[in-house]
């Protein structure tokens, strides 16, 4: 378990043990009334004082917490459940019965959430149920929504399809697929209705129109209190309270979801520590080098058990020359690269200087520089577009963003220049094969112009006529002055495009040279398989 | 054990011109048939039709003489006999899914099981790791935890796991490495040897034409 929730954790429980054990102690404290001991201020005896009436806060601050959690806690089970429910119905059903339940949640977003729950309570007051039926009626359309749309884009996904491909039936694939993606999501919001369920149970109950007056929640302590504060009994206020803040912020630190996790001074240290080492090497590499890094690791703290997935790698990329780095799958390419361009996944912990030009950037660096002068291209191009904006509005935003011309012409020019054609412009990236969107994330990446571009695989999926005019456009740009480094496991690729060539062998780079040193000279195919033996 | 397509048929929702029109394609039991064809001809949806992942407009698709009309039901029996291996393994894994649940989900849904476990199958599961070369290990991984190429081998196993009477194969070997691509290669050979109708789709010319008995260009796929 993260540190970071150790503390709310802590509060949660002292909170719950305070709820459950105080009122057992004697349960008739809580409604006592003892006329002689009004207003007492908090001290021996009174922990936290009396009230009005000379009952004991500290006792019925734990009863009101104990009622007050439980309504809370039935209201979010309530408002979940009929969120999934509408949520799944709308799903699964489609068609009109989704576009009513759409309306619905929008029509019940629309009203108040405390005017709703007045009405209810209205109608049946004094009621528990009331309250919990209030809560929950007004506040399941959150989990609606978020369960609707994950299901919706889960059903569509090649995996679903694969299965059902394969056979499986209609409950295989929701307690293999569905279930799984939309339980965690159904969770967290269960637990961030906890804290808004307590705040909403006393609004009302301080409004006059939740529990009956005598019993004890928070809300009509805090009633209470309104009367007591202008005599100076602030124990009467500051006690429930506290007890409200502490327990909705920890319900809420629970719910954040994991993953967040900022550098630690002991991080910060070693990163200083590694700086200063660095600085008193030389900093720059060969001459011609542009981007390089410095004793690069790449490793998964959640995994100590496994080597890390790129082991010290002190790798040159040569301005003006296309970089090629090769290596059998799983040797960690794509790690490396994702590295360089400062985009590895979060839960990945990279030690080592990546270093542009001489200079040592940090992850933030690197995404400063990422879209302006480094451009990354992933290998699975169509799930990187915009599913929802057409490649003429793509690339037109792209355009203006950097102050060029967006008409029609100019972006059919850009789009020509990758051998799209014009009507492309008018497609959504689902209308796009493998190949076509390939050319249009490239064609996004140059609208700047870059100095360092990224690619990861870049032809592996095209037919060999776009493949060839995408190896003519990198060799443009190459011999523009850009860097250009891409993996590919194409031996033959890397000795027709490459100008140098590193190869990666489980996470460590075993060479690297020109391709003439390595791979022999240009278009010799028996040289290429002499090459794949040795990797 | 053949896989026949007669006069398919096919547009997309809400664009004008049809990507497939009047199609035939046979592919005999032991056969295996390559297909090509430039960027955005239709490869992959003439691929997922075959496949019966995706209905035709119009037309038929006959898998071991078992007819299936465009838009007809089609029954988890039939499906078992067809094996897909996907173009994208990324895509078409389930990122929450050990590669274990992925590889024995063939045979727990053949056992009407509603979630794959592993632990039923772990001998079976163990020999096709041995025959795609994976690492045993790697299946109590997700897919974010492996590389691309062996992530294929998981989904190649898993096709190939009910002894499919046709085999698919969408750019079986795209984004692979040599050593990759030629297991795949083999292991599709191996399947058509056993009597399996193997259809594929590839750019890569030199792959295609080293296994293929056949490759034709998706045009002249056309009824004249």
């Given at each position: 378990m993260s540190r970071y929730r150790v503390l709310p954790l802590l509060v949660l429980a002292g909170a719950l043990l305070f709820a459950l054990v105080v009122p057992l102690g004697d349960p008739a404290a809580v409604h006592a009334v003892d006329l002689e001991a009004v207003y007492l201020a908090p001290g021996a005896g009174h922990p936290f004082g009396t009230d009005q009436l000379g009952r004991d806060v500290w006792v019925r601050s734990a009863q009101a917490l104990r009622l007050s959690l439980l309504l809370a806690l039935f209201s979010s089970v309530a408002s979940t459940v009929i969120g999934v429910g509408v949520g799944v119905a709308a799903a699964s059903a489609g068609g009109v019965l989704d576009r009513v339940a759409m309306r619905l949640i929008d029509t019940v977003n629309a009203v108040p959430h405390l005017l709703l729950g007045v009405v209810v309570l209205a109608l049946w007051p004094g009621n528990w149920w009331a309250i919990v039926a209030s809560i929950a009626l007004t506040h399941w359309t959150q989990v609606a929504r978020i369960v609707r749309a994950r299901l919706v884009e889960v059903r569509e996904a090649e995996y679903v399809a694969l299965s059902r491909a394969c056979g499986a039936s209609p409950a295989a694939i929701w307690f293999t697929h569905l279930v799984p993606a939309v339980a965690p999501q159904a969770a967290i919001a269960l637990v961030l209705q906890l804290p808004h369920a307590i705040w909403h149970e006393s609004a009302l109950s301080f409004l006059g129109v939740g529990l009956p007056p005598q019993s004890a929640s928070l809300g009509l302590l805090l009633e209470d209190a309104r009367g007591g504060i202008l005599s100076g009994a602030w124990?009467?206020?500051?006690?429930?309270?506290?007890?409200?803040?502490?327990?909705?912020?920890?319900?809420?630190?629970?719910?954040?979801?994991?993953?967040?996790?900022?550098?630690?001074p002991r991080r910060a240290a070693r990163h200083m520590r590694r700086a200063q080492a660095a600085?008193?090497?030389p900093a720059a590499g060969p001459g011609g080098a542009y981007l390089a890094t410095d004793g690069l690791t790449v490793c998964d703290p959640a995994r100590p058990d496994r080597p890390p997935l790129v082991q010290e790698v002190d790798y040159l990329a040569h301005r003006g020359a296309v970089n090629m780095i090769l290596g059998p799958s799983g040797a960690g390419k794509s790690t490396l690269l994702r590295a360089l361009s400062g985009l590895l996944s979060p839960q990945l912990q990279a030690d080592g200087r990546i270093l542009v030009d001489g200079r040592a950037l940090g992850p933030r660096d690197l995404a400063v520089e990422r879209g302006r002068r480094l451009v990354f291209v992933p290998g699975s191009a169509a799930t990187a577009l915009n599913p929802v904006r057409s490649v003429g509005a793509a690339l037109g935003?792209?355009?203006?963003?950097?102050?060029?011309?967006?008409?029609?012409?100019?972006?059919?020019?850009?789009?020509?220049?990758?051998?799209?054609?014009?009507?492309?412009?008018?497609?959504?990236?689902?209308?796009?094969?493998?190949?076509?969107?390939?050319?249009?994330?490239?064609?996004?990446?140059?609208?700047?112009?870059?100095d360092i571009l990224v690619l990861d695989e870049p032809t592996s999926a095209l037919d060999p006529d776009s493949a060839g005019i995408l190896q003519g456009v990198l060799r443009?740009?190459?011999?523009?002055?850009?860097?250009?480094?891409?993996?590919?496991?194409?031996?033959?690729?890397?000795?027709?495009?490459?100008?140098?060539?590193?190869?990666?062998?489980n996470g460590r780079l075993t060479a690297q040279g020109s391709v003439a040193e390595l791979l022999g000279p240009r278009r010799m195919p028996s040289a290429t398989e002499q090459s794949v033996e040795a990797l | 054990m053949s896989l026949q397509l007669d006069g398919i048929g096919y547009r997309y929702p809400n664009t004008a011109g049809t990507v497939l029109e009047q199609l035939d394609l046979r592919v005999a039991t032991g056969r295996i048939v390559g297909v090509k064809g430039p960027s955005g001809s239709g490869k992959s949806t003439l691929l997922r039709i075959a496949a019966l992942m995706q209905s035709a407009d119009t037309g038929t698709v006959s898998i071991s003489g078992e007819r299936v009309d465009a838009g007809a039901p089609v029954s988890a029996s039939?499906?078992?006999?067809?094996?897909v291996v996907p173009q994208s393994p990324r895509a078409a894994t389930d990122p929450r899914l050990k590669l274990g649940a992925v590889l024995a989900s063939p045979l727990a849904f053949r056992d009407r099981a509603w979630r794959p476990r592993q632990g039923r199958y772990t001998a079976a599961l163990?020999?096709?790791?041995?025959?795609?070369?994976?690492?045993?290990?790697?299946?109590?991984?997700?897919?974010?935890?492996?590389?691309?190429?062996?992530?294929?081998?998981?989904?190649?196993?898993?096709?190939?796991?009910?002894?499919?009477?046709?085999?698919?194969?969408?750019?079986?070997?795209?984004?692979?490495?040599?050593?990759?691509?030629?297991?795949?290669?083999?292991?599709?050979?191996?399947?058509?040897?056993?009597?399996?109708?193997?259809?594929?789709?590839?750019?890569?010319?030199?792959?295609?034409?080293?296994?293929?008995?056949?490759?034709?260009?998706?045009?002249?796929?056309?009824?004249?």
């Open positions: 124990w009467l206020l500051v006690f429930p309270a506290a007890l409200l803040v502490l327990v909705s912020w920890a319900a809420a630190a629970l719910a954040h979801p994991v993953g967040f996790r900022p550098a630690g600085a008193a090497r935003r792209e355009r203006r963003r950097h102050g060029l011309d967006a008409s029609i012409p100019a972006l059919a020019t850009s789009l020509a220049e990758l051998d799209l054609a014009p009507r492309l412009l008018n497609h959504y990236p689902h209308e796009l094969s493998g190949g076509q969107a390939q050319r249009v994330v490239l064609a996004l990446g140059l609208v700047a112009g870059c443009r740009l190459a011999d523009t002055g850009c860097t250009v480094i891409m993996v590919t496991h194409d031996q033959q690729l890397a000795q027709r495009l490459g100008d140098r060539v590193a190869l990666l062998v | 039939l499906r078992r006999r067809i094996g163990h020999r096709w790791c041995e025959r795609v070369e994976l690492d045993p290990g790697l299946l109590s991984r997700t897919a974010a935890e492996v590389s691309d190429g062996q992530l294929q081998r998981v989904l190649l196993a898993r096709a190939l796991l009910l002894d499919p009477a046709v085999l698919v194969c969408d750019e079986p070997t795209a984004q692979l490495d040599g050593q990759t691509t030629t297991l795949i290669l083999r292991l599709l050979a191996e399947q058509a040897g056993r009597g399996a109708a193997v259809l594929i789709a590839s750019h890569d010319r030199q792959s295609l034409e080293s296994i293929c008995h056949e490759v034709v260009q998706l045009g002249s796929l056309q009824r004249s």
